[in-house]
């Protein structure tokens, strides 16, 4: 910069510690400050660059503190988007203030309480949109925050703005570097007079920066000279890695409609926690210390504003991790089109282009850029690890998919990816900041492990719940009831019978692999990478394992995975829809069961999500009742989870809603059988079926193309012939409500185990796949009638007997035919 630019520093001699020169690709000021312990440009140790915050922050208490108490207490801290949130946040830290920073993200529905212009930036609008505007109202110390320090004209023109409608005695303008000539300073103290204000400047260090006459045309020169920035060599795609870090609901992913003292406690109090899930993605060994160990550098890398929730994660991260303090490092993406030069003696080394996947207002088409995270010609700066932290806004098909899309990117230049998605803050949804319950996890909650599902249900285990099956039938027919109030008893099953689960798995775990590879690699092409996959408990939830494991093993992608509540004639859950909603993209959520039978639930949840902005598509292994478009296949065919109860499914059991249970926002109930542990086949099922995926990888891929072939589009398409059967079926055997009668295989199991059965009917010449729904029909005295013409391989009829009617959708009681 010096030899070429004729740019040069000047000042103390701590100042080339802080900063660094490098030509922008902007008309408007050809250099850039490249600030080494900021974390934008430059990776850093995360202690280092929220340490320069805290001090900041400790050197303007400093300042107050002989004003009084009063004034450190009532002072309010701004920072500039986009460079400064993270810094202005770890100010506040130091001071332990509120905070709000500026955002260039409008907000539907929310009205600015001021705004600003940065002249010499390349995307100049200011919004500030705090959830309370009481925050910009005070009569408190105003402290704003940037990461430089040149003209003053930013900050003169927040507080002309701000002074003009909330007037205060006393403003601090805070920067990493103050590099302001003669004419600048005494601008600052002209206002200060003018305004009729004290106004103080706090900074680490001082300088200024020589500029020639000719800076731009010589910038222009050596832009054209140096040409694009080199790609990264082609390489294979490094797996990736999608963590769930159960960030706490209604806590601000920063200061953009801000950030209270009661918010830092709460982060402060979560922290060990989303660092420990973190850990665990980004290194499956972390704590070992033997010579396999991993010891690679570690990259977080944070998403333009979103600045200090990456910043505390990873320093957070670096406390967990072996070697931690020098391993992890902590940058974040940008908006500034900076040249590149791989050259030790220039501060922007290496440059990453991608487009912008935040939907931004301002200017869609634009660039976004991560510098110095490609290693260039040194492979001492390569990250073995990149840890991509994102909210839910800017987790778009934008970041996902395409050669030049973000992960695309950093998936060439690094040997993993992790991607973490938080919530984005919505002041303007009162329902996602009041959502107290929290998932549940194995192996407190169920034998699956953590990494495999969150339960969104409470906890009811130890509750006397479970009523024989004949007074339980009996009171949900009389009208008494709802089925969802009470628990059937556990079917404990004979050794005849569990030989028969694992003959019929041995048989069938070929076909089930294929059904989730096809569903998998069908959603994955639909929906894109960004899947977060939602199983309705607890049938629904091995099979969202298994394409979890599919995507995982396939693709390296890291699927969350929730498994929720839906209860005839009461919907699905609002809470666990709200912590959906809270925590992602509502268009990224799939719900997922394992088979459908007349299609009643579908009908359920399509109902439910009207109007709440998720997709109802659900996705089964199996379609017979050919309700739904995206499915493995229309066969009925035995899927073994479908014959045992808790014991295929994690120890849970079905789901509870009843009232003086389940509060308004709580989730709806289950119980973990934890004494039923020595019968547990639900990791048998999940293994043996996921060993068969390599085997049949290619059937799947070759099926899903042909769903989603345009001269296939009306094979998927749902006509509802299960429906029809079951209406004929009712009014053939004089029941009078279709949910008396559950077709399918599964369901005919279901009704075995779970209700009182009256007959079966099974299709003529039906083999092996209706083994044991003919065992638990000899071992309950139910007859099973075989009949022609029948689109399932066998249907279930609830006894009528115990009901003045049956019940009906609603769950109550609707009047039927005596038989």
Known sequence: MAERAGVALTGSAHLPELVGLALRENRKRAHLLVSTVLGKHVPQQPAVVHGAGLELGRRVRDLLDPLGGEAVARAVVLGYAETATGLGHSVADGLDAPYLHSTRRPVPGLTPVGGFEEEHSHATSHLLLPEDPRLLAGDGPLVLVDDEFSTGTTVLNTIRELHANHPREHYVVVALVDLRGPADRRRLSDTAAELGVRLDLVALADGGVELPADVLERAERLIAEAGPAPEPPAAPAAPLVRVELDWPAGLPDGGRHGFTREHRARLEAALPGLAERLAAAVDPGAGGEGPGADRSRVLVLGCEELMYAPLRLADALAERLPGGTDRVHYSTTTRSPVLAVDDPGY???????????????????????????????????????????????????????????????????????????????????????????????????????????????????????????????????????????????????????????????????????????????????????????????????????????????????????????????????????????????????????????????????????????????????????????????????????????????????????????????????AKHYTELAGADVSGAFLDTVADHFADVRAEALAAADRFLAPEHADERAPDWAGWAAVERISAEYGIDSVNLVKPGVGETTRVMLRRVPWRVLARRGAGADLDHVRLLAAQRGVPVEEVDDLPYSCVGLIHPRYTRGATGASGTAVLTKES
């Open 347 to 669: 501060a922007i080394r290496t440059r990453l282009a991608f487009p912008a996947h935040d939907d931004p207002a301002d200017d869609s088409s634009r660039e976004r850029y991560a510098y110095n995270v490609a290693p260039g010609a040194d492979p001492a700066r390569r990250f073995g690890t990149v840890v991509l932290v994102v909210d839910d806004t800017a987790d778009t098909p934008a970041l996902h998919e395409g050669e030049r899309a973000l992960l695309g990117q950093l998936r060439r230049v690094t040997d993993r990816v992790v991607l973490a998605v938080l919530p984005s803050h919505r002041p303007t949804a009162p329902a996602t900041a009041a959502a107290p319950a929290r998932p549940l996890y194995g192996p407190e909650f169920s034998s699956y492990r953590a990494d495999e599902v969150a339960w969104l249900l409470k906890d009811l285990t130890g509750v006397d719940l479970e009523a024989p099956t004949e007074e339980r039938e009996e009171a949900v027919q009389s009208g008494g009831a709802h089925y969802a109030e009470s628990l059937p008893v556990e079917y404990q099953p004979s050794p005849e019978y569990q030989e028969l689960f694992h003959q019929a798995l041995r048989v069938s775990a070929r076909r089930i692999a294929l059904a989730v590879g096809t569903v998998a690699e069908t959603l994955l092409r639909e929906r894109g990478s960004g899947l977060v996959l939602a199983s309705l408990a607890r049938a629904g939830t091995p099979v969202g394992i298994l394409i979890r494991r599919w995507l995982a093993a396939g693709h390296g992608l890291d699927a969350p995975h929730y498994a929720v509540s839906i209860v005839r004639g009461r919907g699905i859950d609002p809470a666990a829809l709200r912590y959906l909603d809270a925590h992602h993209r509502a268009a990224d959520v799939v719900f997922v069961d394992g088979w459908t039978g007349k299609g009643a639930i579908t009908r359920e949840l399509a109902e439910a999500l009207a109007g709440t902005g998720f997709d109802p598509d659900l996705a089964v292994l199996a379609d017979p009742g050919r309700c739904v478009r995206t499915f493995g296949t229309r066969d009925d065919f035995l899927i073994p989870s479908a014959c045992l109860n808790s014991t295929v499914s994690g120890l849970v059991s079905r789901t509870v809603l009843r009232p003086d249970l389940i509060g308004p926002d709580d989730f709806h109930g």
